[in-house]
């Protein structure tokens, strides 16, 4: 995510021109000097004292200086506060001595990020368990209204740096640059942020956060691969013949049908995009002949553990609609948490295509509830319902009825094994608006389906 990069380069003041040579793909170049810093903005001396203090003195310290407790949440470089600090330098005795201080544990920084982020970015498993007994936000619901993030200003009249001249041209900088501020103009003036979950670093600590609620389904690609026991493969174990035959998406013919196609494993083990199979077998097709190539790099695909260690991903899409590689998938993937796994394949007709659904286990299957789809498939006002059988895998359509989300995606939905029921929240809504068009908006309201008779009802 930008705002990701550009907050943890600017909160530790990092040059910009880094920024911009990330942007410009000359991050690595390996004769770049220690280029100039911004001058930071001012911060009482007092604070920045302190955070000296949380950075590279002791415990003992910082538990010496508890008079300047009142300087806690003063922000310093970047907006940060002392706890923001203490996590930073992933010292847990120091982070505890501040919650004891009574630290706000929701506090922001310029960026937005609060406590739980940084620990997670930070890849602090100690900080972030300590954050979630307290029941910190997890990226839902910010406790403060979001700042809005003026980055793009720092882009102002940046001159070429040397360690790029030659390699682009005054022109080509000026037009990133411009390009880049108007980027981040637009992104920041309506500040969003997403669950923590997104950012994690490791395996240790993603599970911390689905036992404290997270949907696995929203955790970045890598850290599921390690977790579900994917290899780390960068070799195509298939042949030509394999790729020509398998290598556009198909719908299953039977409910399921086992679809174990060389060139799909391939895929799935490597963890490639399209364009990289493409690449790799001289397909320059893409668009004198239509039609994706088969992928599993997908968003929207949902990902559910089963008590047994096994681990079922369903549907997901790849790219946007205007790629050449875009298709939508409604297949299943079972993985054996070891590294090996069945593909199965459903009819379009017993299962449409589906991505940014939810996938709930419950006693008797998985629930599949909402999707974004295809536009020929949206549905104003209904909600799709479908449950997967984990002992055939076998799909099947549940006929629903009361006060419906709507067509509905992106959202979080968790099962009440007390009532039976299955309740969902956030997410967007597919709607009609009065000219006709369409449009998705935030879904504001929580709704519960009842397994007992199907029936929904809209929360109060």
Not at 19 to 47: H, Q, W, Y
Not at 283 to 302: I, Q, T
């Amino acid at each position: 995510m930008m705002t990701q990069f550009l907050s943890s380069v600017v909160r530790k003041w990092v040059s910009l021109p880094i920024v911009c040579f990330a942007l410009c793909g000359c991050f690595n170049r390996p004769e770049m000097k220690t280029p100039m810093k911004p001058s930071p903005p001012s911060i009482d001396p007092a604070v920045a004292e302190l955070h000296e203090l949380i950075e590279s003195g002791s415990v003992a310290d910082l538990r010496t200086a508890r008079a300047k407790s009142p300087l806690i949440e003063s922000p310093g470089y970047s907006g940060q506060t002392a706890l923001l600090v203490a996590i930073s330098t992933k010292d847990i005795e120091k982070v505890k001595l501040l919650v004891e201080l009574g630290a706000d544990l929701e506090a922001t920084d310029d960026f937005n990020d609060t406590p739980l982020r940084y620990a997670v970015q930070h890849d602090f498993p100690t900080a972030v368990e300590l954050l979630l007994s307290h029941n910190v936000d997890r990226g839902y619901h910010p406790k403060y209204p979001l700042k809005k993030i003026e980055a793009w200003k720092f882009f102002s009249d940046l001159p070429l740096p040397k360690e790029v001249k030659g390699i682009i041209s005054e022109e080509q900088w000026r037009q990133q640059m411009e390009t880049m501020r108007d980027l981040l103009r637009e992104h920041h003036e309506n500040p969003k942020v997403q669950p923590v979950i997104t950012d994690v670093n490791s395996v240790e600590v993603l599970k911390l956060l689905l036992n404290a609620g997270d949907d696995l389904s929203l955790a970045p690609a890598e850290i599921k691969r390690k977790w579900i026991g994917l290899p780390e493969e960068s070799e195509f174990r298939s042949i030509t013949s394999d790729y020509q035959r398998h290598k556009n998406p198909s719908y299953g013919k039977f409910n399921p049908e086992l679809m174990n196609f060389d060139f799909w494993k391939d895929m799935i083990r490597m963890g490639v995009n399209a364009y990289a199979a493409r690449r790799h077998f001289g397909d320059e097709s893409s668009f004198s002949v239509p039609g994706a190539v088969w992928c599993f790099d997908r968003l929207g695909s949902a990902l559910v553990p089963l008590p047994d260690g096994r681990f079922v991903q369903i549907g997901g899409e790849h790219e946007d609609y205007y790629d050449p590689d875009f298709f939508i998938y409604n297949d299943v993937v079972v993985h054996d948490g070891k590294g090996d796994f069945q593909i199965y394949g459903y009819p379009k007709d017993t299962f449409p295509p589906t991505d940014f659904h939810s996938a709930t286990l419950c006693p008797d299957g998985i629930y599949i509830i909402g999707c974004l789809g295809y536009m020929d498939q949206r549905q104003q006002g209904f909600t799709p319902v479908y449950r997967l059988s984990l002992d055939s895998w076998k799909i099947e359509k549940v006929e629903t009825s009361g006060e419906m989300p709507g067509w509905i995606h992106k959202h979080q939905a968790s099962y009440d094994a007390d009532q039976h029921k299955i309740r969902t929240s956030g997410g967007e809504l597919h709607v009609v608006v009065g000219d006709g068009t369409t449009d998705l908006i935030p879904n504001a309201d929580q709704f519960e389906l009842d397994l007992a008779d199907f029936r929904w009802k809209k929360l109060k």
